[in-house]
């Protein structure tokens, strides 16, 4: 019997080694026949086939396998294919005691890493002047021409002139279609040039109540524009980028789920759509949460981005959905950070996006991605741009030049005093105080109160406690107030006013994390003394709480209060006492309150307030308002206003524009001469107790123009 065993024992391990034989000998040959393939037939797809073949058949054959991974890498190279880096990678990594084999993998990939840097230019970039100015815009598919949205109204520029082919053509604007919107270039053309999407009045104030969403597609060469009806969509730039197919006949874009569930920190949820243009009726075409869509030059997928908050970060990924709907397969990611804007090289190969590295939307890289790629993060392409981009990319031209607009940096500002009746201004605040904000004088009138960030000495704006100090009225260091903290690092310091008798200030502030902006209920109106003794929160409700001023008696603080269903550009005044208490609503939404400063008259009987293109005033006791100054156009948020100390003239100033002030009993309107030049732009004014000095902050605004980026990709692809 053990005789037996031994003898069945003897013939099974013969058996096995058989067997281990021949598979040996069926990987070689498929080896052999491979290079036979590859380098007598210079089939080399066909070669690579018979490679992959002995990695998914005889992976145990170690030695032959790494040498079939390794061709693999030598056929793509020949083939010109980027894709051979990831061939080599796989040598390093899966075969690492096949030692010859891993050393000529690593020489190869060192060598194709030279030769790829090599064959990378430097991107060139070609400034394009637009007498127009637009600061935003899309490219026509062909790359002639620029369609953007100036005065309520669709434009279409010749890119290249009579003049030179770096100065523009003239504008002409499309008739047919009038008060469309657009701020970061999220407008559409159709791949045969022929039809431009454009998003109708905004949401946020162009509208009238009632008015439902709308987008147009216009014909470009003329007649009546398609008229369609959007779903609830996000009503920030993120959600209203368009996109058409080739022919202009289906619309993309992205809007709130059918299911408004919530995600994450209580945000909606928005997916992307598609709509037929003469039908209408959208439908959802992925599961997966998605923005910015944009349709690839054959129609058949859409590219789309979705972003994911992380710890004091953004993550964002890029994904790709068939055009008819369906499972989205995912192209890259960003550990940090978001993508935006993709848009596809007119071969649809490669997409191109914005990189935005923190929580605004501040981008100064572009990406290069090539989506048919295996692996698309290691043949990455990444252009550092010269300025900051905050729109849209403006398109990819058939010559392989990328549009953008970038923003030259700006003059932050200084605040400066001028004599009441004009003159020239004094500059008063030092070069480390980044965008200063003069708020209002001492009683004596030899200080100015003013928020404002120290720059830090790597230059970026760094924020000393609360921002809150005050500037001798002749000019000098800035000293900050030691206001108390609660031990909760309170934050914030924003449109502080100093009480009457110059004890006490009052401000917007709050708790939140660092890594996020604030929500309503973290914050609110607070009041501190100017020495630190004491800090005490006025307001906490869950609403926007801001703009608060001192009555002058020191009795009252009035504040602008945001309720959650109103538009972000409009509130209502609120008072309440000093000493904390009861809130006392003193207008309604009838009243059109523009978010933008307020201000007491001196006699402490009105406050008046931001309306469209009017300052209104509201009794204090309580009634109806009534228009204290009318303008031509309307004022832009964040305006700022202040009465002359006798009550008889007000100054105000548009955000950005010139310091006017109107003669309350002539209505007689005067510019504010200050002496500076007229690229300044102004944003704050705060009038001296003895009326003869305006203090104000000025600053010269950065500039947006079109460039075209050449150059950016390998000379061979």
């Avoid at 919107?181 to 159709?190: C, F, I, K, R, V």
């Avoid at 009045?201 to 369609?228: F, N």
């Avoid at 055009?323 to 804007?341: K, W």
């Avoid at 960030?453 to 609360?466: E, I, K, M, N």
Wanted: glycine fraction near 12%; include cysteine.
């Amino acid at each position: 019997m053990k005789a037996r065993n031994l003898i069945g024992l003897v013939l099974a391990l013969a058996l096995m080694w058989t067997a281990e034989a021949a598979a040996q000998q069926t990987a070689e040959e498929l080896y052999q026949a491979g290079l036979y393939q590859e380098e007598v037939q210079g089939d080399l797809q066909g070669a690579i086939a018979v490679y992959q073949s002995i990695l998914q058949e005889h992976p145990q054959n170690r030695v032959v396998a790494a040498q079939a991974q390794l061709h693999i890498g030598l056929c793509l190279e020949k083939l010109g294919l980027i894709e051979a880096r990831q061939a080599y990678r796989d040598v390093i990594d899966g075969f690492p005691e096949q030692r010859d084999v891993v050393a000529m993998a690593q020489e190869r990939l060192a060598s194709l890493a030279q030769e790829l840097a090599e064959l990378r230019r430097e991107p060139t970039f070609t400034k394009i002047e637009i007498a127009s100015k637009p600061d935003h815009g899309v490219l026509s598919p062909d790359g002639r021409r620029l369609a953007f949205v100036s005065d309520d109204g669709l434009w279409v520029v010749p890119v290249h002139g009579n003049v030179d082919a770096t100065i523009a053509g003239e504008p002409v604007r499309i008739a047919g279609v009038e008060g469309v919107w657009d701020g970061y270039g999220n407008l559409a053309w159709s791949g045969d040039g022929r039809w431009i999407a454009v998003n109708g009045p905004d949401s946020s104030w162009q509208r009238s109540p009632g008015d439902s969403d709308v987008v147009y597609v216009v014909p470009v060469d003329g007649g009546e524009p398609r008229v369609i009806h959007m779903p609830p969509r996000w009503q920030l730039h993120q959600g209203q980028r368009l996109s058409l197919t080739p022919d202009g006949g289906t619309l993309a874009f992205s809007a709130l789920g059918e299911d408004p569930e919530e995600g994450p920190d209580n945000e909606q949820k928005y997916f992307i759509y598609s709509t037929p243009v003469s039908e209408g009726g959208s439908r959802q075409l992925a599961s997966t949460e998605g923005l910015l869509p944009a349709f690839s030059p054959d129609g058949e997928r859409i590219a789309f981005v979705t972003r994911r908050r992380g710890e004091g970060h953004f993550k964002s990924d890029l994904w790709l959905v068939p055009s008819s709907g369906g499972e989205p397969v995912g192209v890259i990611s960003t550990d940090s950070g978001r993508l935006r804007a993709p848009v596809w090289s007119p071969g649809g190969d490669f997409i191109a996006t914005h990189y935005e590295p923190g929580l605004n939307n501040v981008s100064k890289e572009l990406w290069v991605i090539p989506v048919n790629s295996a692996d698309p993060q290691s043949s990455l392409i990444k252009i550092e741009l010269p300025n900051t981009s905050w729109n849209m990319l403006a398109g990819w031209t058939p010559d392989d030049r990328l549009g953008v607009f970038l923003t030259t940096p700006e003059d932050p500002g200084a605040a400066y005093t001028v004599p009441a009746t004009g003159g020239k201004a004094v500059r008063i605040t030092p070069e480390h105080i980044y965008r200063p904000d003069p708020r209002g004088w001492s009683s004596a009138g030899d200080r100015i109160y003013l928020h404002g960030l120290s720059v830090g000495g790597d230059g970026d704006p760094q924020l000393s406690q609360l921002g809150i100090g005050f500037i001798p009225a002749r000019g000098g260091e800035v000293t900050s107030m030691p206001i108390a903290t609660d031990g909760d690092s309170i934050r914030g310091g924003v449109n502080p006013d100093i009480s009457p008798d110059g004890r006490e200030v009052v401000f917007m502030g709050g708790h939140w994390p660092r890594n996020r902006r604030p929500q309503a209920e973290e914050l609110g109106i607070w009041k501190a003394a100017v020495d630190g003794s004491t800090l005490t929160q006025l307001t906490a409700e869950p609403v926007f709480d801001a703009y608060p001023r001192w009555s002058p008696d020191g009795q009252w603080i009035a504040f602008l209060r945001l309720e959650e269903e109103l538009d972000y550009d409009g509130g209502n005044i609120h008072l309440i006492p000093s000493s904390g208490g009861e809130i006392r609503q003193l207008t309604t939404n009838a009243d059109s309150v523009d978010v933008s400063n307020i201000a007491f008259s001196p006699d402490g009987s009105r406050i008046a307030y931001f309306s469209r293109n009017t300052i209104k005033v509201v009794p204090v006791q309580g009634g109806p308002s009534e228009v204290l100054v009318t303008t031509g156009s309307r004022f832009p948020f964040f305006s700022a206003l202040d009465w002359s100390p006798d009550g008889t003239r007000i100054v105000y100033v548009p955000l950005g524009g010139k310091i006017w002030i109107d003669h309350l009993s002539s209505g007689e309107r005067t510019e504010l001469d200050t002496g500076l030049s007229d690229d300044f732009g102004y944003y704050s004014v705060a009038w001296s107790p003895d009326g003869e000095r305006i203090a104000f902050a000025a600053g010269r605004p950065s500039e947006t123009e079109l460039w075209l980026i050449g150059d950016f990709l390998p000379e061979e692809r």
